[in-house]
């Protein structure tokens, strides 16, 4: 794959759920992305309990978007996976295949409601851990329980990875939640980033004001774990250990 920035959080398939309402939608985020340095994407519907992803025609549609993006960029990589939300059932649905991982890897992408209580999320992380999975807690800056710096670290400690997105560390320094955000980049807590784009009039992909930003406050290798090598692992299925491996 050309060397770029590799986006693993993305809900660009058309039509299955709050993202990309077409095809010609999914594209054109694509094209914004491209433009600001993407050069690749894992697509990540959210996960639906009462629809696998064969029901949902997600391996059809992005084989077909793939198909579409290639003439258009032929460097360009699409990758599938799901935003799956925790619930007790989902290491067994990810087994069954009721659910998807990151780009047919170990890695889960990984959410929680943003009220979820510590002892909750950490529980719901181990048991995907102890499943055989490497759980990617999405946009870790929505949780208030994490909030709490001590838990950031706990969760590092156990081996597990933080994704942020990007448009969180844009704004005015004097907003508390961009300091906070911008804070736990430069002390090393999250381990990659995505867009979380879903339609050109909403939520948009919107990296550059980030990337200006992490180009003068963290090192060249940082940011390069962050938007490039650190996703790479994912689609190359590379493992960090984690509690049960250790």
């Known amino acids: 794959m050309r060397k770029g920035i590799i986006d693993i959080h993305a809900h660009i398939l058309p039509g299955v759920d709050d993202g990309a309402r077409d095809m010609g939608e999914a594209l054109e985020m694509i094209r914004m992305a491209a433009a600001q340095g993407v050069t690749g994407i894992i697509a990540t519907p959210h996960y639906s309990k009462r629809k696998g992803p064969k029901e949902q025609n ?41 659910a998807l991982t990151l780009a047919e890897s170990r890695y889960v992408l990984t959410e929680f409601d943003p009220g979820v209580s510590y002892g909750t999320l950490l529980g719901g992380l181990r048991k995907l851990s102890h499943s055989g999975y490497q ?3 999405a946009h870790a800056e929505r949780y208030r329980c994490l909030r709490d710096e001590k838990n950031l670290a706990d969760l590092r400690g156990c081996g ?29 807590r999250i381990q990659v980033l995505g867009s979380d784009m879903h339609r050109t009039d909403w ?4 990296l550059e004001g980030a ?5 003068n406050h963290v090192s060249q290798k940082q940011l390069r774990s962050l938007t490039w090598e650190n996703p790479l692992k994912i689609l190359e299925k590379q493992y960090e250990g984690n509690e049960k491996r250790d």
Request: hydrophobic share 35%; with cysteine; charged share 35%.
């Open 160 to 188: 597990y990875w933080l994704q942020m997105n990007y448009e969180s560390l844009e704004g005015p320094w004097y907003k508390a939640d961009v300091r906070w955000c911008r804070r736990q980049i430069e002390e090393g």
């Open 203 to 206: 939520r948009a992909p919107r």
């Open 211 to 215: 990337l200006d930003w992490l180009e």
């Open 135 to 137: 759980p990617v807690l």
């Open 58 to 98: 997600l391996f059809c549609l992005v084989r077909e978007l793939e198909q579409r993006v290639k003439e258009r960029y032929p460097w360009f990589e699409v990758s599938l996976g799901q935003e799956t939300y925790y619930h007790d059932g989902l290491a067994e649905h990810l087994k069954e295949e009721r």
